[in-house]
């Protein structure tokens, strides 16, 4: 691995953030996270294959959640039980990578030492000081069992691998005030600066009240906190894994350093509401003179909101990568079947592939796609074109490793007339429901269409990931769906299988739509319109795995698609830790 130091940067993919509130464990610590005493210790002695992923991030066992970014080689740091594959006993694992694809393991990089994390070392960001000097911010349960702010430095910092760290004794560096609950105030961000401090956000709730504390900092070790929180929205409950950053409003597909301060930029603010365990965003405006941060009129702050990913996407984080000019976005995708099926496979959790962001020319959303190096991964190719779909037919893409590829492919359709109706009863509810009454399988007019993937060779199993066209009084309602319903043939009511959908603001004035689908086993991620709706899906085929996996291309609507093009990649395993 290269020792290239020229640029610097740092993710740090959040959160502890794992199944939903409400159980507390015995000692009270944190009531956010189900404990299973008995399983959280119980080391995999085996590892099982079946619906491992080939080209995800995955440790070698065990328990994931979470990572973070730096320096001229990626790190990445996340949250990890090396004792089992449940959640906890939880420390920063450690891999490093020069293309984001290739990982090589490293020893555990913070782990609960100090009277100030001797309960836990949870998630935080790191952020580089000017002389190329990185810092860990993360949230410790301390001797009293209160979530504190804490840093951490580099013991080397000319070590490339930065492997060891050092948490000084001066620590932590914020505590819950009076006002605050002590189980509710974790997550800080990358720091940013502006007007001669450094500041960051904390996540957090009052009651019910999502709340980003903001704390400024003019030596990066003591911290102040704001009067005002840089941002809070009533009736969303606890903020995990806040992230704020710029965005270029020029069209440019550029990534902007958190602390960019210049004109034509817009600001996000993303949060992991612990409620819904769903990411939500907006875009808007940084006053910085307030120190406030005001979402735009066009962007709905809250759970009806938009989001990165309509699927299984939780406890991203984003860093700006200097190297190549961009923006990434890292998430996590839990498991969706039972703890002790993971207890028994022995692992749980992936990273999803890291994805560029940007702004959408029209300013009201970002667009997001797969990081180009993942394209090196790509092996034998087959491709088709200008073929056409009657109602009812598919068509199978043969060649190459359906349970682990990349596909992209444009639909295209004559006209818009045969588009259905657009309930207006369905502006009450969620994408995901509108899926939910309108399957792959129910006939359409202008869709259902799009592709089988993960398919049993008689279709018993499947992962459908589709269009559906809709006609409302003034405009045209696009919907994407990826329905995990049909994705399993076991009986099991323990597996979780949702009809998950977003809709797509898309010009359809060229009566085209593309698609593009990363497959891997276990997960289906699936990029609507050029990255304007993601949607990923975490399935558990019986029949569909591996040599018996099939992909197709199908349309259920009585408007004829013609697949105009498509292409398919098998895809190889990177080295993985
Ligand atoms: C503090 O937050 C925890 C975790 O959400 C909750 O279980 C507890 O009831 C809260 N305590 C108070 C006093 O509100
Ligand atoms: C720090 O790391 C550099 C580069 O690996 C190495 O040459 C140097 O000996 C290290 N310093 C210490 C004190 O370990
Ligand atoms: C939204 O904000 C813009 C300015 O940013 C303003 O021109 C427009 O009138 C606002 N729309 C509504 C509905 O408030
Ligand atoms: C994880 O999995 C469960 C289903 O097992 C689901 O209900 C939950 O919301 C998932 N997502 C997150 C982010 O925890
Ligand atoms: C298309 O519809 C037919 C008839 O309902 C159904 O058997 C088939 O599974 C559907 N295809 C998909 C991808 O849902």
């Not at 619906?51 to 990572?67: D, E, K, S, V």
């Not at 956000?201 to 005002?228: P, Q, T």
């Not at 819904?276 to 759970?303: A, F, H, I, Q």
Request: with cysteine.
């Amino acid at each position: 691995m290269g020792l290239a130091k020229s640029f610097s940067v740092f993710l740090l993919v959040c959160c502890l953030c794992v199944i939903t509130n409400i159980i507390d464990n015995n000692n009270g610590v944190e009531a956010s996270h189900f404990v299973f005493p008995h399983l959280q210790n119980k080391l995999a002695v085996q590892v099982k294959q079946l619906h491992r992923t080939g080209y995800h991030f995955q440790p070698p066992r065990n328990w994931i959640n979470g990572p973070m970014y730096f320096n001229g080689i990626y790190h990445l740091f996340y949250q990890y039980n090396p004792k089992g594959a449940v959640w906890g006993n939880i420390v920063w694992a450690h891999s490093v990578s020069t293309d984001l694809v290739n990982w090589k393991a490293l020893e555990p990089a913070i782990y609960a030492s100090k009277p100030f994390d001797i309960n836990g070392c949870w998630s935080g960001s790191a952020t580089v000081l000017p002389g190329n000097r990185p810092v860990i911010l993360y949230t410790g349960i301390d001797t009293q069992e209160r979530q504190v702010q804490n840093y951490a430095i580099p013991e080397n910092a000319s070590d490339p691998y930065l492997i060891k760290w050092i948490k000084p004794d001066n620590n932590p560096i914020a505590v819950p005030t009076p006002d605050m609950n002590v189980s509710t105030f974790r997550d800080p961000t990358t720091a940013w600066w502006d007007s001669g401090h450094w500041k960051m956000v904390v996540g957090s709730r009052r009651k019910r009240r999502g709340m980003a504390y903001l704390y400024r900092s003019r030596d990066f070790i003591n911290w102040v906190k704001a009067k005002h929180p840089l941002h809070s929205t009533p009736n969303t409950g606890m903020w995990e894994c806040p992230d704020f950053y710029p965005v270029h409003q020029d069209g440019s597909t550029n990534g902007l350093d958190t602390s960019f301060n210049g004109p034509k930029v817009k600001h996000v603010f993303k949060v992991s509401l612990d409620l819904t365990r769903y990411e939500y965003y907006t875009l808007g405006t940084y006053l910085r003179d307030k120190d406030r941060y005001v979402p735009d009129n066009t962007s709905v702050d809250g759970w009806r909101g938009l989001r990165y990913d309509y699927g299984n996407f939780y406890a991203s984080k984003s860093f700006f990568d200097a190297k190549l000019n961009r923006r990434i976005l890292w998430g996590w995708a839990n498991e969706s079947d039972s703890k002790d099926d993971d207890s028994e496979k022995g692992w749980a959790g992936v990273q999803l592939i890291p994805r560029k962001v940007w702004l959408d020319p029209s300013g009201k959303q970002l667009l997001q796609w797969p990081i180009q190096e993942l394209e090196t991964l790509r092996g034998k190719k087959v491709e088709m074109s200008n073929v056409p779909l009657k109602t009812g037919g598919s068509v199978e893409v043969t060649g190459i490793t359906p349970a682990q590829a990349d596909v992209e492919v444009t639909f295209s359709f004559p006209s818009l007339d045969k588009a259905e109706q657009f309930d207006s009863s369905w502006e009450n509810i969620d994408a995901q429901d509108v899926c939910g009454l309108k399957a792959s399988k129910d006939l359409g007019g202008l869709g259902p269409f799009g592709l089988m993937t993960l398919a049993s060779v008689n279709k018993e199993e499947f992962t459908p990931v589709f269009f559906r066209i809709f006609k409302a009084p003034n405009k045209h309602v696009v919907l994407m769906c990826s329905d995990a319903r049909s994705s399993t043939v076991k009986d099991s009511d323990k597996i979780y299988k949702p009809s998950f959908a977003g809709y797509v603001d898309v010009d359809l004035t060229d009566k085209k739509l593309s698609l593009r689908s990363l497959i891997d086993h276990s997960v289906v991620e699936s990029f609507g319109a050029g990255g304007k709706t993601v949607i990923t899906s975490r399935v558990y085929p019986e029949l569909a795995t591996f040599r018996d996996a099939h992909l197709f291309a199908f349309n259920n609507g009585t408007e004829t698609i013609t697949v105009e093009t498509l292409s398919a990649w098998s895809m190889n395993a990177p080295a993985m830790n």
